[in-house]
């Protein structure tokens, strides 16, 4: 009986988001609403949050399906540049996106730059860094810990700091 109106809960609380991500169940759904909607942490990301995340620059967010930046632990996605994110691209605790460096000159302002393009079907690993202009092809793995400075290419998987291709897939 407690499944059965927790599933009903989750399913019509899912309902008050734009873009809905298959990989939650009707629990998370439920705690992403408590806290983007009723107590207003990210509530105006049209995408489930997590409450220990924080996504800045939303209007210059585009997403794929299956895809909800700032979802897991602890992220951190800056979008002052813009950053387009392709279908099913999952990303571990405490990965942080950031497409704007600041101004040398004037650290409160931040330099105009190329955004971050990430392909369909990619996995970004725990507290993996992906910085300014980097673009990532489809069917990518960047391993936990990685430090992405560079482009990397489809079909590969990538690690270390900076961050570099160690296997074709």
Same mark, same amino acid.
């Given at each position: 009986?407690?499944? %059965?109106?927790? @599933?009903?809960? #989750?399913?019509?609380?899912? &309902?008050?988001? +734009?873009?809905?991500?298959? $990989?939650?169940?009707?629990?998370?759904?439920? !705690?992403?609403?408590?806290?983007?909607?009723?107590? &207003?942490?990210?509530? +105006?990301?049209?995408? /489930? *949050?997590?409450?220990?995340?924080? *996504?800045?620059?939303?209007?210059?967010? %585009?997403?794929?399906?299956?895809? !909800?930046?700032? !979802?897991?632990?602890? @992220?951190?996605? @800056?979008?002052?540049?813009?950053?387009?994110?392709?279908?099913?691209?999952?990303?571990?605790?405490?990965? %942080?996106?950031?497409?704007?460096? $600041?101004? /040398?000159?004037?650290?409160?302002?931040?330099?105009?730059? +190329? /955004?971050?393009?990430? #392909?369909?079907? *990619?996995?970004? #690993? =725990?507290?993996?860094?992906?910085?300014?202009?980097?673009?990532?092809?489809?069917?990518?793995?960047?391993? =936990? #810990?990685?430090?992405?400075?560079?482009?990397?290419? !489809?079909?590969? *998987?990538?690690?270390?700091?900076?961050?570099?291709?160690?296997?074709?897939?």
């Amino acid at each position: 009986m407690v499944k %059965k109106i927790l @599933q009903l809960l #989750g399913n019509l609380l899912s &309902r008050f988001y +734009k873009y809905k991500d298959d $990989h939650f169940d009707d629990v998370h759904y439920i !705690s992403f609403f408590f806290w983007q909607k009723i107590l &207003r942490m990210n509530s +105006k990301v049209p995408w /489930p *949050v997590h409450f220990t995340s924080y *996504v800045t620059g939303i209007k210059n967010i %585009k997403i794929g399906k299956k895809c !909800s930046p700032g !979802s897991n632990i602890g @992220q951190y996605i @800056q979008a002052i540049n813009g950053i387009t994110l392709g279908d099913n691209v999952l990303m571990g605790p405490g990965s %942080k996106i950031i497409s704007a460096n $600041h101004d /040398p000159k004037d650290f409160t302002k931040h330099t105009e730059g +190329k /955004p971050i393009i990430i #392909g369909s079907n *990619v996995w970004i #690993g =725990a507290d993996a860094i992906i910085l300014a202009g980097v673009t990532i092809g489809d069917n990518v793995v960047i391993g =936990a #810990g990685s430090i992405v400075t560079r482009d990397l290419p !489809s079909n590969s *998987v990538a690690v270390g700091n900076p961050c570099r291709v160690i296997k074709r897939l």
